[in-house]
């Protein structure tokens, strides 16, 4: 049982170009999210899923497109990257809707930078 | 969504007791409250969630009063290993299907020899 795995661990990227941070969870949870950190800064939502085929914007969503897959994959796509996006990418996963002990599991992170 | 507000840094030494505040004026019925852990270079990680009075476990306790528009983390007997970011957040777990979870700007707990 890996948890929440996101891929890759470190990315250099120059301003224009695009990609794809991966995220993939094995605990069968309904809700998946996007957050990132910026150096000595809290999680800004970027955008979630709270369940297959479903994805809504969070508090900080330009510049940036999601695919929920399937059930296990939540994907991040920067179209056109720019230096403001130089941050850590955390992508989290939600235990099922509808029990009491409601947490988050969050990967290992993303660290990208723009130059 | 409630919003929370937190100290933005705390320190304390090894071997004492850590209360961390937060609050949470518009918390909503449905609300539980949740609390998490970051250390440095790593994804948050939970600690405790409660909904009224005081709940327990093996690394801390969460005490929220009658009228749910505070709580506090206490985390007894703390060492250097607690050193971390704590983060408090206020969602509904039940109704919010998979719904929005907003992160506020933590608490930074420096714990000193």
Known sequence: NAGVTQTPKFQVLKTGQSMTLQCAQDMNHNSMYWYRQDPGMGLRLIYYSASEGTTDKGEVPNGYNVSRLNKREFSLRLESAAPSQTSVYFCASRTPDRVITDTQYFGPGTRLTVL | ?113
């Open chain 2, 1 to 113: 969504l409630a919003k929370t507000t937190q100290p933005i840094s705390m320190d304390s030494y090894e071997g004492q007791e850590v209360n961390i505040t937060c609050s949470h004026n518009n918390i909503a019925t449905n609300d539980y409250i949740t609390w998490y852990q970051q250390f440095p270079s790593q994804g948050p990680r939970f600690i405790i969630q409660g909904y009224k009075t005081k709940v327990t476990n093996e690394v801390a306790s969460l005490f929220i009063p009658a009228d749910r528009k505070s709580s506090t983390l206490s985390l007894p007997r703390v060492s250097l290993s607690d050193t971390a970011v704590y983060y408090c957040l206020v969602g509904d777990p039940i109704y919010n299907q998979g719904g929005k979870l907003i992160f506020g700007q933590g608490t930074e707990l420096s714990v000193k020899p």
